[in-house]
């Protein structure tokens, strides 16, 4: 068996940082995703939108290519602010991004760990994905598995398919845990075991049979 594990929302605290660049450059949400390309006040990184398979100026999903690492953290913003008229300099999403471990949920990784393979499977962001290196955050696990780094996020089914090529194992054998209900339903059709992440008591009790 081997525990796959999101990161954001279930590790950490949400990756969402997209309230507070609004409120730093004077713009609404809505402005926000519709100068990404989103047109989903509800989007985020990683969510479902436009797949490209190359970088096309403004007619792309920024967000989806920023999470599949197909564009960089510098091609965003430099899009982002011909998009929005608005000249920025700085990586706001490195410079906001300051999560925190769920120790509870740390205390489960570390216990699995004792006896199983335990990897992180996460979209996230060149800058993010920094930053958890920064602060040793992917140190808990045994090996990550990053949007930015695969090409692909989740839900893309091909996302769990490479990991589970690199870990060689099957869907049956491998345990998946993410806050994000589309991620899980996606994981599921894939007959990986899930379970939607709640609360650190709940995944205690989901992985109870294994600690």
Partial sequence: MIFIFDMGGVVTTSAAVEKQI????GISEEQF??????GNGNASYGDPGVKLNKYVPNSSDLLTLLSN????????????SARSGKSIQSDYWHLLFHPELNGDVVKIVKKLRGKYRVVCGTNTIDSHYMNHIERGDYTLFDQT?????????????????????AENVNP????FTDDNINNCAAASSLKLRVHQFINAADLEAAVSEWL
């Fill in 22 to 25: 609004c409120n730093v450059i």
């Fill in 145 to 165: 598995y990053a949007s930015n780094i695969l090409g692909v996020s989740k839900p893309d089914p091909k996302f769990w398919k490479l990991i589970l090529l």
């Fill in 33 to 38: 995703f519709e100068y990404c390309g989103c």
């Fill in 172 to 175: 049956e054998g491998a345990f």
């Fill in 69 to 80: 690492g197909t564009i960089t953290t510098n091609q965003f913003w430099q899009e982002f």
